[in-house]
T-cell receptor, first 115, second 112 residues
Framework: KAGVTQTPRYLIKTRGQQVTLSCSPISGHRSVSWYQQTPGQGLQFLFEYFSETQRNKGNFPGRFSGRQFSNSRSEMNVSTLELGDSALYLC??????????????FGPGTRLLVL | GENVEQHPSTLSVQEGDSAVIKCTYSDSASNYFPWYKQELGKRPQLIIDIRSNVGEKKDQRIAVTLNKTAKHFSLHITETQPEDSAVYFCAASILLGNKLVFGAGTILRVKS
């Protein structure tokens, strides 16, 4: 099976702009989680989607949002970009996302630079 | 909420030696503890995980131990090799959903 894919891989934006990142999970996987990785804060959970519904949410401002489509592909959007949003954004997918935790497989990430 | 602390932040070992990385978690409801390895410029990859109903798990040179009473878990790598050099992250999650809370990471350097 093909792994988790993310597009674009690199992105440069300016403050105040908005950005949309895309994640395609492994075929058959229904849960998609998003994480932000920065040198200062490490890996932080943004949100998780399962069956097109947000199931879990981290402690990020409302500028960060996401959605999931019926084919399990997910997008995350960041509005009114700030310099501090510069980070590697990783998505991870798992098969069923049931009560019994499953392995989360990470994509290669989208590196966002905000100038 | 859950908090995961990871030590040490950097670890240098000689090739062939063992490496141990330790993590503590705060939420006693946490019951799943994966370890990820991230090489420079690459995605995190799961190397081993353990669930709360198990005290130890081994996979070749890698083992993880869990002490639920003390709320800590450890990664043990034996016979380290240069290709083990990477950043290692521990994580914890509670029963429902896939929210992983990560430790800050440990940079492991294996010197040949």
């Amino acid at each position: 099976k093909a792994g988790v894919t993310q597009t674009p891989r690199y992105l440069i934006k300016t403050r105040g702009q908005q950005v949309t990142l895309s994640c395609s999970p492994i075929s058959g996987h229904r849960s998609v989680s998003w994480y932000q990785q920065t040198p200062g804060q490490g890996l932080q959970f943004l949100f998780e989607y399962f069956s097109e519904t947000q199931r879990n949410k981290g402690n990020f401002p409302g500028r960060f949002s996401g959605r999931q489509f019926s084919n399990s592909r997910s997008e995350m959007n960041v509005s009114t970009l700030e310099l501090g949003d510069s980070a590697l954004y990783l998505c991870a997918s798992s098969e069923r996302g049931t009560a019994h935790q499953e392995t989360q497989y990470f994509g290669p990430g989208t590196r966002l630079l905000v100038l | 909420g859950e908090n995961v602390e990871q030590h040490p932040s950097t670890l240098s070992v000689q090739e062939g030696d063992s490496a141990v990385i330790k993590c503590t978690y705060s939420d006693s409801a946490s019951n799943y503890f994966p370890w990820y390895k991230q090489e420079l410029g690459k995605r995190p990859q799961l190397i081993i995980d353990i669930r709360s109903n198990v005290g130890e798990k081994k996979d070749q040179r890698i083992a993880v131990t869990l002490n639920k009473t003390a709320k800590h878990f450890s990664l043990h790598i034996t016979e380290t090799q240069p290709e083990d050099s990477a950043v290692y992250f521990c994580a914890a999650s509670i029963l429902l959903g896939n929210k992983l809370v990560f430790g800050a990471g440990t940079i492991l350097r294996v010197k040949s």
